[in-house]
């Protein structure tokens, strides 16, 4: 999957324009030293290197190191976050959890995990990550929860609960804390398991 966002030519922060031909491939580069050397470990010379790029290329779009981490975390999951309106809540639950282990299993997921211990003690980095793929991956499951109340399979307000907290924490909890494998049949045991019993016993017609 890509990782670019649809707007893969706004001017960088500090930088000339971008040339958007060579945008995915340092991208990918800056993702895999993310998830091998972490936030600390990364440098923009590392960076060029690994994207077979001259530094001069890395410099002119980016001023630090921060610049560049921000503003690659702050386009993450753009593209990775799929619609998910197959007519009924079940079939949501079931595209977008498998669109969520599609991403942990991701040089996007590998970097995220990489950069988590690191937000703490960089503000900008949080924000990024608060502004860009938390608020990408919230708003595609707050769509998810509006179709399903148009069409009365839950009550209204259900986004902002508890319930659909716990819709999504076993493929985190394996992600961030078990390390064990996660892939579609585990989405589809979430969705039988925990998903569509805790919905029912929310009074949810599903």
Known sequence: MTVLSPDDVRPSRGGRPRDPSRDEVIRAAILRLLADVGYAGLTMDAVAAEAGVG???????????????????????????????????????????????????????????????????????????????????????????????????????????????????PIVQRWLVNGEPIDDAFADAVVDVVALPVLRAAGANV
């Open 55 to 169: 530094k001069a290329t890395i410099y002119r779009r980016w001023r630090t190191k921060e610049d560049l981490v921000v503003d690659t975390v702050s386009d993450l999951n753009a593209a990775e976050v799929v619609e998910g309106d197959t007519g009924s809540l079940e079939g949501d639950l079931r595209v977008m959890l498998r669109a969520l282990v599609a991403m942990v299993n991701s040089p996007v997921g590998a970097a995220t995990q990489a950069l988590l211990s690191s937000m703490q003690h960089q503000p900008a980095l949080a924000e990024a990550f608060r502004s860009g793929p938390l608020a990408i991956w919230t708003a595609a499951f707050n769509d998810m929860w509006v179709r399903a109340e148009a069409r009365g399979e839950v009550a209204a307000g259900l986004a902002q609960s508890l319930v659909s907290e716990a819709i999504g924490a």
